[in-house]
């Protein structure tokens, strides 16, 4: 018996020379791997953007010193830092945070709806009470009875980027705008240091912050659909005939 694997498709040949192709959940994969390579490219043209920015601002600033018009200037080389230090960055990064807790919340529902079906439950995962992540844990517990690992560092950290991504997505970021719940919680994480700061009245995601995200919601999926596998065998799709 002879295995291979790969990060999108399980693949085994058993002795009875059928072919084993487990595509449940591929997409998941692939839209984490995409993700992962967003993230990657654009924290490498973030220097060149910048770059490209304080070209432009040269040519504005030599203007303003050749008519002497020092408050001008001034008020250029602030729009500048404002720029490249909290938009720019700010911009970019909320938006790959949105994503991947859209990514999160999307596999969530399609590997439980691949659960529900096996173990043919008639509630579904909208029937329980609370917000996502409290029905999702009730749903596992309590209907599909199956293990969810909700005492690790992953799942605490998909509690904050839920909180994160209602902030962002809800308000732009905008502290002030922020429900009180939510707010509490940014605060603490911003003491804690943990790559979260309010920056000019917005919220700040640091690229570590980013990719630790990225890794804890990877390490989560990729856990949760191996044990969902491992449990629930698929049948193989195809017979190879062997040659004498």
């Known amino acids: 018996r002879t295995s291979y694997s790969s990060k999108n498709i399980d693949t085994e040949i058993k002795a009875d020379m059928k072919i084993n192709i487990d595509f449940r959940f591929v997409d998941i994969s692939y839209e984490l791997h995409a993700t992962a390579k967003y993230i990657s490219v654009f924290e490498s043209q973030l220097p060149i953007i910048v ?14 010193i050749s008519v002497g018009n020092d408050a001008e200037d001034d008020f250029n080389r602030q729009e500048f830092y404002d720029l490249t230090e ?33 173990r043919h439950k008639s509630l579904g995962l909208d029937d329980m009470e609370g917000d996502f992540l409290e029905r999702t844990k009730k749903y596992y517990k309590h209907i599909l009875e199956f293990p969810l690992h909700v005492g690790g560092k992953e799942w ?5 980027l839920k909180v994160l ?35 000019s009245g917005n919220l700040m995601c640091s690229k570590d912050f980013i990719e630790e995200s990225y890794s804890n919601v990877n390490n989560f999926l990729m856990q949760l659909i191996a044990e969902v596998k491992k449990g629930n065998p698929h049948e193989p799709l195809a017979k190879v005939y062997s040659v004498s």
């Open 165 to 199: 991504r209602n902030a962002i997505a809800h308000c732009n970021g905008r502290i002030d705008n922020i429900k009180d719940r939510y707010l509490e919680n940014i605060k603490r994480c911003e003491k804690e240091k943990r790559g979260i700061s309010i920056e």
């Open 51 to 64: 770059k490209q920015e304080e070209r432009a601002f040269e040519r504005i600033r030599e203007e303003c």
């Open 156 to 160: 605490k950290c998909i509690k904050m």
């Open 86 to 118: 909290n938009v720019l960055p700010r911009f970019y990064r909320n938006a790959i945070l949105v994503t991947i807790w859209a990514i999160f919340e999307a596999a969530i529902i399609d590997i439980t709806k691949e659960l529900q079906s096996l």
